[in-house]
C-alpha cells in the first residue's frame, strides 16, 4: 500500500508580510494514520525538500497527540525534510494521494499544473484522492475525462467561509474555498466550524479543517 502526500511549497501569507504554508496537524495525524497502517509513504512538494510550516500550526494551543508525537520522531522530520519534487512523480507509482492543508495550497497548488495532472491521473485511474482544510484548493482546475471540474456533482467539504472570516484572512486569501467549490459544482456540505466533518463520495474525500486530517485519513485507507 504505497501513499503519496503532497505538501505545499508557498511560504508567504499573500501581503501581510506573515508566514503561511502547511498545517503541522494536518500533515502529522495522516501521516501516522498511514503509517501506523504499515503504508509506505512518500512525501512531495512543487519545490522538493523541506516544506514550509505555518508558523500558527506549531503554538501552543494547535499542538495535539499526532504533532507531540512528530516532534519526538526523528525519523519522521527526516522525512518531511526531504520531500521530493512534485514534477517527477507520477500516479502510477501510488495506490491513493492525500493533501495537508494551511493557507499555502491556495497559492501553489491550486495552480500547479503538476499537481493538476497528478490529481486527474488519479480520478482517471479510479484511485482514492483525499484533501483536508484548505487542501481541496488542488481542485480549482482539475478536470474530469469530459473537461468537467473534478468536484462537478460530487459531494464534497473544505474550509469554511465561516472560519475563514474567524481567521481574519477573508481579504487575505486569493480565494474561498467554500465559494470555489461551489462555483466548480460541487455538492458543497459543512459541519459545525472547527468541528471534524468529513465527505466521502466514490473514490474523492474532503475534510473540513485541522479538526477532521485525521479521519480524512482514516476514510482514505477504508477506500483501499
Known sequence: MKILMVLTSHDTLGDTGKKT????????????????AKAEVTLASPKGGQPPLDPTSDAEDAQTDATKRFKGDKAAQADLADTVVLSTVSAHDFDAVFYPGGHGPLWDLAEDADSIKLIEAFAAANRPVAAVCHAPAV?????????????????????????E???????????LVEDMLKAN????????????????????????????????????????
Open 21 to 36: 504554508g502547511f498545517w503541522l496537524e494536518e500533515f502529522a495525524a495522516p501521516y501516522y494514520v498511514f503509517k501506523d
Open 139 to 163: 481542485f480549482k482546475n482539475t478536470k474530469d475525462a469530459e473537461g468537467k471540474p473534478l468536484v462537478s456533482g460530487k459531494t464534497v467539504t473544505g474550509f469554511t467561509n465561516t472560519e
Open 165 to 175: 472570516d474567524a481567521a481574519g484572512l477573508t481579504d487575505v486569501v486569493p480565494f
Open 185 to 224: 459544482g460541487g455538492l458543497y456540505e459543512k459541519g459545525a466550524d472547527w468541528a471534524s466533518y468529513v465527505v466521502t463520495d466514490g473514490k474523492l474525500v474532503t475534510g473540513q479543517n485541522p479538526a477532521s486530517s485525521e479521519e480524512a485519513a482514516r476514510k482514505l485507507l477504508d477506500l483501499l
